[in-house]
């Protein structure tokens, strides 16, 4: 699979390939995203079948202006635009009521879809090039440990994707953080990049941990979902020396 630098000339090539319905991974903050078109399903659904990611955990969308949000999704109040605004570009995800013109695929049949726009240049101008919002969850098989090099996405799905553009390292190595905001509260559906305190300092409010279902309503809440490929042992710490100790 074609491994290339992140130059303004194979951004614009990515972009065409996502804009003809094709897979290109890509690097953000958090880890490498396998991108697709959100707004075409068969592209979409390459991504769950490259990954083998079960169609009933749904992806996030990126994209690169907090205006295109009112595109994407409805009845978002003063609370949520407050906190988009002030975390993004950045690892925080929202989670919100979606309108028609998102795919089913996209979010699983959930009547919510999750959204953040990524702060890494790369991700900003791919999605600007592309000139649509990109559905895209990272760029491993499902249930292996998140890639944050281009050598990682290689050994994973390279035989099933485009296109990979080499950013280098992701800066922070995990997952961006998940939230649902309504009435009632702040919830948090999965932790990661954004630390929940400074969540909670800006909106001035506890944030309450989310309950895991039995269908997810954001990526990431699976308990399978982090897993590594390597058998992990667990010995027994030999006794301490209390004589010695101290």
């Known amino acids: 699979m074609p491994v290339v630098k992140a130059t303004p000339e194979q951004i614009a090539k990515a972009a065409k390939i996502i804009k003809n319905g ?5 690097p953000t903050e958090t880890v490498y995203g396998l991108g697709a078109d959100a707004f075409n399903p068969s592209a979409v659904a390459g991504i769950f079948e490259a990954k083998k990611r079960p169609f009933f955990d749904p992806l ?3 994209i690169a202006d907090i205006n295109t949000l009112d595109k994407l999704c409805k009845n978002i109040d003063k609370k949520t ?12 995800t929202l989670v919100l009521e979606k309108k028609n013109i998102i ?16 702060s890494h240049p790369v991700a900003l101008s791919l999605i600007k090039a592309a000139n649509t919002p990109v559905a895209a969850p990272s760029a491993n098989r499902f ?25 280098g390292p992701c800066s922070l190595g995990i997952e961006s953080t998940i939230i ?17 305190e400074e969540i909670e300092e800006y909106a001035k409010v506890k944030i309450t941990t989310g309950k895991e279902g039995e269908i ?27 004589e010695r100790s101290g």
């Open 60 to 62: 996030i969308i990126h």
């Open 180 to 196: 649902k905001i309504d009435d009632s509260g702040i919830y948090l559906l999965r932790a990661g990049g954004t630390p929940v």
């Open 103 to 118: 795919p089913d695929i996209v979010t699983s049949g959930l009547n919510t879809v999750a959204v953040r726009i990524p």
């Open 22 to 26: 094709g897979l290109v991974s890509f």
């Open 143 to 167: 249930g292996c440990l998140s890639p944050t090099t281009a050598e990682h996405v290689n050994n994973q799905l390279g035989n099933n994707i485009d296109l990979i553009i080499d950013g």
């Open 81 to 92: 635009e407050k906190i988009a605004e002030h975390f993004w570009p950045g690892p925080l």
């Open 216 to 242: 997810p309503e954001a990526p990431g809440q699976l308990p399978w979902h982090y897993s590594p490929e390597k058998q992990i042992v667990i010995t027994e710490l030999p006794p301490v020396n209390k």
